[in-house]
């Protein structure tokens, strides 16, 4: 167990202007990972700090039983490649009441050749800027059973995400999203089956049993893009709103909903008039800037 009062952290500035360099000439960030947890049982973190990773805060593989509970975890936006938890080929994690910003995914749940994923819960946090809550993108080896609930994400660049493509895809089964709050998000929600649209390959992305229930949030892009008619995106929505000036972007999507309940209205269909409902996401921002 690695307890309350501990801080972790690399240089005061991560190697954010060697990182933008690599990335410029077409090169590799040679930067190690602050916490790397492999084939590991029953870990917790309680009450940690960390801040300014050269590379990902804290990475897993193959652990089974893992909780994070009041984390801090705090990068610069623009430091490349600082996500801040990411359970890989990893069961039974439970990452609550932490709050976590980055220049990269806040969380992202992987599946690669190590191994699937399942059983995760994202429960009581708080994401101030980074890439948000992924899934992938490599999913090959199937990701499921995730709860995220009570959500917060401020002025992440994407809010929920699912992200992969044909060379690294997958399976992502039976994910719920419930009671999320987003402000200041490009794409509030990006559910995508074409992460990179040149990638080759035969691992077809495949998304289904995606709920979405108690959604609210502000501006963007609302994008739900699946590989074809045959492997459409699997979406379910109830109580999810978003202001009018938000656009939905659906590609091979099938999104059943309860088209009262949803705003801006689905293409295709009609503004309908809201039920009344109380605004859950009120008080669920903060000043962050600290």
């Known amino acids: 167990m690695v307890r309350a009062a501990q801080q972790w952290s690399a240089a005061p500035k991560p190697g954010g202007s060697c990182a933008r360099r690599a990335q410029a000439e077409g090169g590799n960030q040679n930067a190690p990972r602050l916490i790397q947890i492999d084939h590991a049982q029953d870990i917790t973190f309680a009450g940690v700090t960390l801040r300014n990773a050269p590379n990902f805060h804290i990475a897993m593989n193959r652990v089974e039983g893992a ?20 359970p890989g080929a990893s069961q039974d994690v439970t990452i609550t009441r932490s709050f976590i910003r980055t220049g990269d995914d806040n969380v992202a749940i992987k599946a690669g050749d190590n191994g699937s994923s399942s059983h995760i819960s994202i429960i009581d946090n708080y994401f101030g800027w980074g890439h948000g809550m992924s899934i992938g993108s490599e999913v090959n080896s199937g990701a499921s059973d995730i709860m995220v609930r009570n959500l917060t994400l401020d002025g992440t660049t994407s809010g929920l995400r699912i992200k992969s493509d044909v060379s690294r895809g997958g399976l992502v089964e039976r994910v719920t999203y419930e009671n999320i709050c987003l402000r200041g998000n490009r794409w509030p ?9 040149r990638a080759q390959g035969s691992r077809i992305p495949v998304y289904r049993q995606i709920v979405l229930r108690h959604v609210r949030g502000d501006n963007g892009a609302l994008m739900m893009r699946g590989v074809d008619e045959r492997h459409a995106l699997d979406v379910t929505l ?12 659906l590609e091979h999507a099938k999104v ?11 293409p295709g269909r009609t503004a309908e008039p809201l039920s009344r409902g109380s605004d859950a996401c009120s008080s669920a921002f903060r000043d962050t800037d600290r």
């Open 238 to 249: 109830e109580d999810v709103r978003f202001a009018s000036s938000a656009t939905w972007q």
């Open 189 to 197: 929600l990006a559910f995508d089956a074409k992460y990179d649209p």
């Open 67 to 86: 909780t994070f509970w009041g984390l801090t975890i705090d990068a610069p936006a623009d430091a490349r490649n600082t996500d801040g938890i990411d």
């Open 256 to 266: 059943t909903a309860d088209h009262s309940d949803v705003s801006p209205p689905l």
